[in-house]
């Protein structure tokens, strides 16, 4: 076979017939009459879109939500995914499905509104994408014409056999309004799951081509129809056939002709006026979008003239391209601006018209850490930078982020970093999700100031090419970049703020550093076998005490009573105070009975609350025999060299870590230990 050839078997050609569909008018009735969704307006379609991906339902805080799975982006790799923005996309899905339905928002412009970096320009992208490749699919098929004509005929186009609708107009819209109606209702086009109507009129250039084979034909509507070829259109960004997008350049280099259409003076020699419509390029980007959607780039930076379109563009859904009557379109727009541009706006009396026209939908800032982790986790992973993303690193990077977004709580017993985590689906005593609810509703505008994802991807590039690294990156790297960046933000506006992204930054340390000194505890108190004596031995006191019994030692023999110190000093880990210690006993034998009932035996893994409480009570019965201090000295017995080649493995196999990121998580921890800052 040849180069060529191997090329084309590529090619799955029954697709390509599939999407290359022609027919008759009459073909194309049929079609309808069987799938009357063909039909769909732009919002329809947009909508249908999205919901064809799927949904997923769940509960936040007692209330129902619901995901899209279309804004995961799955079906390219996640490229695009939209994470942590589930309650703004379901205020812009609420607005498609409003205007699909026809409830009067298809009569404005969608305006995306945020502040830099929060994700407005990735969901409109997403949202043309998606409608490029559902126009592919069988149950997004949707349909335009030609004009075919022979012979003498070809100069109602100028020379031109086949003339293509230049608005890839809907076809159904070539039967003239005052018959419509009543031949959609004869013809039995539409059913009770779809009620099918059509709106609008055909463009200038088509209109006339229609009277003057009707004129032609002697008035025969079935004549002039045999000139229709109808085809399948296929939306794309790149060919401009249904997908626009329009953004502010220099206001000498840019007229409204760019937005409806300009005259063709080539074709002015053929037709004989400028006013003919067939002398005229409807090459618009309202024009090309016609079907589908166009996108205003910074929508609020436009000269007040193209403002004067779109008020007409939404309303009325019509343009006006220059020396030709109003034109239907049929399509979404959408546009986005960030908060200054906005807030112009608001303060512009001439703009009343463009606002009542818009409906604003805020894409703030990710406020759940879990979510924010997911962006960067995206980007960078070792197998895609090449060096080992030490654990940790992007969770600390994204906590900054969160908190430099958040509110202050009002609360006095609640500081920012709880409020993450409360956020985040944590939990806190004292704290129940109505308490969530209410620190949502306190804090209106979370989420609309703050550090932009993109800062974090500027900097944690900056320690991925860093000399430093020596193979890995990690918190700390990430974090001094974080930090030395600040004295040259250019959107911190004032020295205060700048202050106070720095203490936050100090609170992210202390975080991390109780993180790692817990998973080095871990580490070393994670002998199942140690931690499973000390929990019996524990277990058998507490019953011993709830039972008002004692307790035989397995030394002496001798039955003494319960060990008050030992049950203490696990409890203490967890903060259980003196008042409550019986209740907390209680409970912990009250689950055992359950778990009996049940025929199950009990497993202190079940129970988070005491697995910690062992861990750190065994934790701090070892550190001293295992002496990891001494890794801050130069010299280390033996002895102690394998246990912390042990804690090291367990590390590297548990908790994520390489042989590099290892040594240095337990050459910190150590030195903390050295320093008698020892977790409490």
């Known amino acids: 076979m040849s180069l060529v050839g191997q090329i084309a078997s590529l090619q799955n050609y029954a697709s390509y017939k599939e999407l290359a569909w022609e027919g008759t008018f009459e073909d194309y009735l049929d079609l309808v009459r069987k799938r009357p969704q063909v039909t769909r307006n732009a919002y329809q379609r947009l909508y249908d879109m999205v919901l064809s991906h799927g949904v997923e339902e769940y509960i936040d805080n007692k209330k129902k939500l619901v995901r899209y799975k279309f804004f995961r982006d799955e079906a390219h790799g996640g490229k695009d995914a939209v994470f942590g923005l589930d309650v703004p996309l379901m205020r812009l899905m609420n607005v498609l499905k409003s205007a699909a339905q026809g409830y009067g928002t298809e009569r404005r412009i969608i305006l995306l509104h945020g502040p830099v970096g929060s994700a407005k320009s990735t969901i409109v992208r997403l949202l043309k994408r998606g409608a490029e490749e559902y126009s592919r699919t069988p149950e997004g098929a949707l349909y335009t014409y030609s004009w ?90 790149q060919d401009r056939i249904g997908i626009g997008t329009f953004q502010p350049k220099d206001e000498k280099n840019q007229d409204s002709t760019e937005l409806t259409g300009d005259i063709n003076y080539r074709k002015i020699a053929v037709f004989g006026a400028d006013s003919d419509p067939r002398a005229f390029n409807f090459d618009g980007e309202f024009n090309i979008a016609n079907r589908g959607i166009i996108e205003f780039v910074e929508i609020l930076k436009l000269e007040v003239a193209f403002l004067y379109d779109l008020l007409g563009a939404t309303q009325e859904k019509r343009i006006k391209p220059k020396k030709f009557a109003q034109t239907d379109i049929d399509e979404v727009i959408i546009g986005h601006t960030n908060e200054a541009e906005y807030k112009k706006l608001l303060s512009n009396e001439f703009m009343e018209a463009l606002r009542d026209r818009t409906v604003k939908v805020d894409i703030p800032y990710i406020t759940r850490v879990s979510e924010e982790v997911k962006i960067y986790a995206k980007d960078y992973t070792s197998d895609r930078v090449g060096k080992h993303i030490a654990p940790h690193t992007l969770y600390v990077a994204a906590l900054w982020a969160v908190l430099t977004r958040l509110e202050d709580p009002k609360k006095g017993n609640l500081n920012p970093l709880q409020k993450a985590k409360l956020y985040d689906g944590k939990t806190l005593p004292g704290f129940t999700q109505d308490n969530i609810k209410e620190l949502r509703k306190e804090a209106a505008r979370e989420g609309m100031e703050g550090i932009s994802p993109r800062y974090i991807q500027d900097k944690i590039s900056n320690a ?217």
């Open 464 to 680: 991925l090419v860093s000399e430093k690294g020596d193979g890995a990156v990690n918190p700390f790297m990430v974090m001094n970049e974080l930090e030395s960046g600040l004295r040259h933000h250019s959107l911190i506006s004032s020295d205060d703020i700048r202050k106070r992204f720095g203490e936050l930054l100090q609170v992210v340390k202390q975080e991390y550093e109780d993180i790692v000194k817990n998973e080095v505890q871990r580490a070393i108190s994670a002998d199942e076998d140690l931690i499973q004596k000390l929990c019996a031995n524990y277990i058998d006191n507490v019953k011993a005490y709830t039972q008002k019994e004692k307790v035989k030692n397995p030394y002496t023999g001798q039955d003494e009573e319960p060990d008050e110190r030992l049950m203490r000093s696990i409890e203490e880990k967890i903060d259980i105070p003196e008042s409550r210690k019986d209740d907390f006993r209680r409970e912990i034998m009250n689950y055992i009975g359950a778990l009996a009932i049940e025929g199950r035996t009990f497993d202190y893994k079940t129970n988070e609350r005491l697995h910690k409480a062992l861990e750190a009570k065994l934790f701090e019965d070892q550190k001293d025999s295992i002496k990891l201090t001494s890794l801050v000295s130069s010299v280390v017995d033996r002895d102690t060299q394998a246990k912390i080649d042990v804690v090291k493995q367990r590390l590297i196999k548990n908790f994520g870590y390489d042989e590099v990121s290892a040594t240095d998580v337990l050459n910190y921890v150590a030195s903390i230990f050295a320093r008698g800052d020892v977790k409490s």
């Open 148 to 237: 075919e004509l022979p012979g003498a005929l070809a100069e109602l186009a100028g020379g031109q056999e086949v003339f293509p609708c230049p608005m890839h107009d809907e076809p159904l819209r070539l039967i003239p309004r005052e018959w419509r109606d009543e031949a959609i209702k004869r013809l039995g086009l539409g059913n009770d799951d779809f009620k099918l109507r059509v709106d609008g009129e055909v463009n200038p250039a088509c209109r006339m081509i229609f009277k003057e084979l009707m004129r032609h034909h002697g008035g025969d509507f079935g004549k002039v129809m045999d000139h229709v070829k109808v085809r399948r259109l296929l939306l794309s960004e």
